[in-house]
């Protein structure tokens, strides 16, 4: 089971359940999450390259079509994130991302985790995901650059986040 850690915090009144979310399960949410990024490039970017005369088919690093689909997908996965905590494909699995430090998911926190840490998780051979399935929490290289973790919420079960917040440390 690619998620079995799990924590118990608590405090008096209630205890919180943790289940941290493993490598395979946010492999798969990336899968969906690229399908929905490719679409939404096809749909919304293709027509209007088209309509610009700019050609589809080249697909040089430098290419239009190639810098249009790094920006819908950094855009994809930094708006999700912050707005609400979570992408497409994180919804489907039950995956949340939330801060490690007691707050709400800030645009800093965010652009830094999505933009900066993820590129440096890739562009390193996939090492900083690769770290994921390793650490304890569960935690790849842009969840250290962020300060966050990403956790499996249960399916009917609320987790306060406040509650969450104050026990996290």
Do not use: C
Request: proline share 1%; glycine share 8%; hydrophobic share 50%.
């Amino acid at each position: 089971m690619d998620h079995e850690l799990e924590e118990t915090l608590g405090s008096s009144a209630a205890t919180i359940h943790v289940l941290y979310a493993g490598f395979w399960i946010r492999f798969w949410a990336y899968v969906i999450d690229m399908i929905v990024v490719g679409s939404l490039h096809r749909i919304l970017v293709y027509p209007i390259l088209r309509w610009l005369d700019i050609s589809i088919a080249e697909t040089s690093m430098l290419s239009t079509v190639v810098i249009s689909a790094t920006v819908v997908m950094y855009a994809y996965f930094i708006i999700m994130t912050k707005l609400l905590g979570q992408t497409l494909g994180k919804m489907v699995f039950g995956l949340k991302v939330i801060d490690e430090n007691k707050e709400t998911l800030s645009w800093d926190t965010v652009i830094f985790r999505e933009l900066i840490g993820k590129f440096i998780s890739k562009t390193a051979f996939f090492l900083g995901f690769i770290t994921i399935g390793f650490s304890s929490k569960k935690k790849g290289w842009h969840d250290y650059f962020g300060d966050t973790l990403v956790i499996q919420e249960r399916k009917g079960v609320q987790m306060p986040i406040r509650a969450l917040e104050q026990q996290i440390t």
